[in-house]
């Protein structure tokens, strides 16, 4: 299939289906602000959850933050955002259209001075003001990155749970960038949510601490249902780097708009500590208890986006497949993943008795599970509705049901089907997603 063809698919399946809509639609969308609909909140959900459950809850040396997404202006001075967050911008001379100079050709760089603008610079960090009264009120930031907050409040950890070095805290949230150039659906947006982790160490240990985490970080999309052949790591080059930053590597995956940045794994050494404790006058070293030392850590940083991890695994969970003559559309999410994992199917919506075994199935069911009913076409078409929002298992009500007690449990990758006992059929299916 075309790569423009494909996203073209996801977009329009995307909003057929429930999983995302652009914002505000019915005045006319907001520019690259797009909302999760149903399944998309369910995906999203899922996969934070997973992100947090192989980062925090299954891990001894992690710990959590929700910090606020407002913070003291002075966070920007020192996080070095507030002088140099910018990108570099031209005008296209004719057409007014604002382009940032690195998405530039080399034959369209060099019409810089022609045809468009000289560069200039451009803060991407999204301005707001705090306080009723116009004169008093102060200017604050939407934050650009939620690692600040967790920097801000190394010490605060510290204190408050006795951890030792090496250890890491993670923080998932929005963030908000006033992007120039913002697009491809939901992988470049104005706001958007990160899933970030500031992991702190020695600087001796820090290059093999670095590696780790990028491994880690890769292993994570696989096992997750990405194809390794859609992932790649990709490090940047000296030129590339932040100054402060001792190595910098991508996890890349194969958008159908090209190899693009799906998370940064950095080695921040120690400058973002440095720069707090220096601008607020407090003591962020830590403290070896054993050997009494003083110093600031170094931190390796993996920082990934919920939304471009979401449309890469949309993406890669996106197949169409000839079945019987007919063509289905089929989203292989990872269970984990997968937003509805049981969808109950009444054969017959005019009987009583099975529309009520079928209920009850489903009641009982959504205690664990996320479930859907859906009585309102032919099996042959719930079933295809259910495989394009990648639902895991569909179980099937039918009249011999009434008399075995059994139901028909069809698996989405392989359409098999099997009779299980009503009884067994919580269990069997936990088993089948466990
Ligand atoms: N604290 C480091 C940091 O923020 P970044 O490379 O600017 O690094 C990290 O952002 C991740 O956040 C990216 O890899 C990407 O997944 C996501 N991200 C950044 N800008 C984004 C945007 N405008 N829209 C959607 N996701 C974005």
Not at 238 to 264: I, M
């Amino acid at each position: 299939m075309h790569n423009s063809d494909l996203m073209d698919k996801i977009v329009s399946l995307c909003k057929r289906r429930g999983f995302i809509f652009q914002s505000s639609e019915i005045y006319g969308g907001l520019a690259n602000a797009w909302d999760y609909g149903p399944f998309g909140a369910e995906l999203k959900r899922n996969l934070k959850n997973c992100w947090w459950k192989s980062n925090v809850s299954e891990r001894d040396d992690m710990v959590g933050l929700d910090a606020a997404i407002l913070m003291h202006p002075n966070t920007w001075k020192a996080s070095g955002h507030a002088e140099n967050f910018t990108d570099l911008l031209v005008d296209d001379k004719k057409t007014k259209k604002r382009f940032r100079v690195d998405h530039l050709s080399p034959e369209e760089q060099a019409k810089i001075g022609t045809q468009y603008t000289e560069p200039r610079e451009f803060n991407l960090m999204l301005k707001t003001r705090l306080g009723a009264v116009e004169d008093t009120s102060s200017d604050v930031f939407l934050r650009p990155e939620t690692a600040q907050g967790i920097f801000v409040n190394f010490k605060n950890i510290l204190d408050s749970t006795s951890r030792r070095l090496p250890f890491g805290i993670a923080q998932i949230g929005k963030s908000f960038r006033n992007e120039i150039t913002a697009g491809n659906f939901v992988f470049r947006m104005r706001e958007f949510e990160q899933m970030e982790i500031e992991y702190f160490t020695t600087a001796e240990d820090s290059d093999a601490c670095y590696e780790e985490w990028i491994n880690r970080r890769f292993n994570w999309y696989t096992e997750h249902g990405i194809r390794k052949e859609n992932l790649k790591l990709r490090k940047h080059d000296d030129d590339e780097l932040a100054h402060y930053a001792k190595g910098c590597t991508d996890v890349e995956y194969q958008f159908p708009f090209g190899w693009s940045e799906l998370e940064g794994i950095a080695n921040r050494t120690d400058y973002d500590l440095k720069q707090h404790a220096e601008l607020s006058g407090k003591d962020l070293r830590y403290h070896n208890k054993i050997t009494n030392e003083r110093f600031y850590p170094y931190v390796i940083e993996p920082s990934g986006g919920v939304d471009r991890a979401a449309l890469a695994f949309l993406v890669d969970a996106y197949h169409e497949e000839e079945v019987d003559g007919r063509s289905r559309v089929v989203l292989k999410l990872h269970k984990d993943l997968a937003p509805t994992k049981v969808a109950v199917l009444p054969l017959l919506k005019k009987n009583a008795d099975i529309v009520s075994m079928a209920q009850s199935i489903k009641t009982d069911l959504q205690k664990s599970l996320t479930c859907v009913y859906d009585d309102s076409a032919a099996i042959g078409k719930l079933y295809r509705r259910q495989d394009e929002v990648g639902t895991f298992f569909c179980v099937t009500v039918d009249v011999e049901s009434l008399d075995d007690k059994q139901v028909t449990v069809r698996d989405r990758d392989t359409m098999g089907q099997q009779r299980v006992p009503v009884e067994n059929l919580k269990r069997y299916i936990q088993d089948q997603l466990s």
